[in-house]
T-cell receptor, first 113, second 118 residues
Framework: QKEVEQDPGPLSVPEGAIVSLNCTYS??????FMWYRQYSRKGPELLMYTYSSGNKEDGRFTAQVDKSSKYISLFIRDSQPSDSATYLCAMSARGGATNKLIFGTGTLLAVQP | DARVTQTPRHKVTEMGQEVTMRCQPI?????VFWYRQTMMQGLELLAY????????DSGMPKDRFSAEMPDATLATLKIQPSEPRDSAVYFC????????????????FGAGSRLTVL
């Protein structure tokens, strides 16, 4: 079993829809949670970063972390065709040499105009 | 904009040949990661360095892969001999590992090196 699980999709939604992307994880040592966005044939780029549990909002994007359930989510409001990409969750434990970043396999999102 | 530079962007080679991929991390970043991305496995961590010292290379097939940081501006990933199953996109990423209690790595990725082994 992988440390981080993510539904690969693809997920297709109409423009303007609310999108929910999710990851589950098994390592309770994870403290840092990130979402990366990857456009086709590009490298991943950091979208949002949260520490421990709670919510974080940035424009149309909201990241949620539920450590008790080992579950994280990314919500995209008013989705746009330009949001079409692969979304990868990533996590790392706290401090020291264990802070390597582990990624989910990514969810491919297509927003239809 | 500061960015991570990877070369080559594309490489086609024959099985058994040596392949070397290079990465120039962002100036001032003290961690460098090598990932391999395939459709089936997603992003797999191969190796990572902190302050040029290798911290973890457990994700690499040791018999054929090697990763080094000869200096702070260059990281290399070498495959010798290459095999068709090594075909993938290889990403280098650099970050700044904060000291003290917050040890998160927020990484900036390069554009990747797409390797095809025939």
């Amino acid at each position: 079993q992988k440390e981080v699980e993510q539904d690969p999709g693809p997920l297709s939604v109409p423009e303007g829809a609310i999108v929910s992307l999710n990851c589950t994880y098994s390592n309770s040592a994870f403290q840092y949670f990130m979402w990366y966005r990857q456009y086709s044939r590009k490298g991943p780029e950091l979208l949002m970063y949260t520490y421990s549990s709670g919510n974080k909002e940035d424009g149309r994007f909201t990241a949620q972390v539920d450590k008790s359930s080992k579950y994280i989510s990314l919500f995209i409001r008013d989705s746009q065709p330009s949001d079409s990409a692969t979304y990868l969750c990533a996590m790392s434990a706290r401090g020291g040499a264990t802070n390597k970043l582990i990624f989910g396999t990514g969810t491919l999102l297509a927003v239809q105009p | 904009d500061a960015r991570v530079t990877q070369t080559p962007r594309h490489k086609v080679t024959e099985m058994g040949q040596e392949v070397t991929m290079r990465c120039q991390p962002i100036l001032g970043h003290n961690t460098v990661f090598w990932y391999r991305q395939t459709m089936m496995q997603g992003l797999e961590l191969l190796a990572y360095f902190r302050n040029r010292a290798p911290l973890d290379d457990s994700g690499m097939p040791k018999d054929r892969f090697s990763a080094e940081m000869p200096d702070a501006t260059l990281a290399t990933l070498k495959i010798q001999p290459s095999e068709p199953r090594d075909s993938a996109v290889y990403f280098c990423a650099s970050g700044l590992a904060l000291t003290g209690v917050s040890g998160a790595n927020v990484l900036t990725f390069g554009a990747g090196s797409r390797l095809t082994v025939l």
